[in-house]
């Protein structure tokens, strides 16, 4: 059974910083894309930051909101992607989720991941 479960949410000051974990089971996706997600009360769900790491690399896309604030990453060996968030705003209050894609590149779709964690709530205080 596939699994994907995040840690590291929690409540914290603007211009803090927090370090959001995905640990995958069940499947490797050592050479999948995956993605950071978030969703704040009222809104849709919006692409944050994305990895797929190939033969060739890796390739990373942001959020234009978060560029040069946020850093995803990934441990293979450890089969868990990490996304650093410093720098935070308000506006970053959200469950933050990550997915996992099966095939194909880097998508800002959220439809176009196959697997979902059940999220983590982030909540940056003014």
């Known amino acids: 059974q596939v699994q994907l479960v995040e840690s590291g949410g929690g409540l914290v000051q603007a211009g803090g910083s927090l370090r959001l974990s995905c640990a995958t089971s069940?499947?490797?996706?050592?050479?999948?894309?995956m993605g950071w997600f978030r969703q704040a009360p009222g809104k849709e769900r919006e692409f944050v930051a994305a990895?797929?790491?190939?033969?060739?690399?890796?390739?990373?896309s942001y959020a234009d909101s978060v560029k040069g604030r946020f850093t995803i990453s990934r441990d293979n060996a450890k089969n868990t992607v990490y996304l650093q968030m410093n720098s935070l705003k308000p506006e970053d209050t959200a469950v933050y989720y990550c997915a996992a894609r099966l095939s194909g590149g880097i998508s800002r779709l959220p439809n176009a991941y196959d697997y979902w964690g059940q999220g983590t709530q982030v909540t940056v205080s003014s």
């Open positions: 069940g499947r490797a996706f050592s050479y999948s894309p």
């Open positions: 990895q797929v790491v190939n033969w060739s690399g890796s390739g990373t």
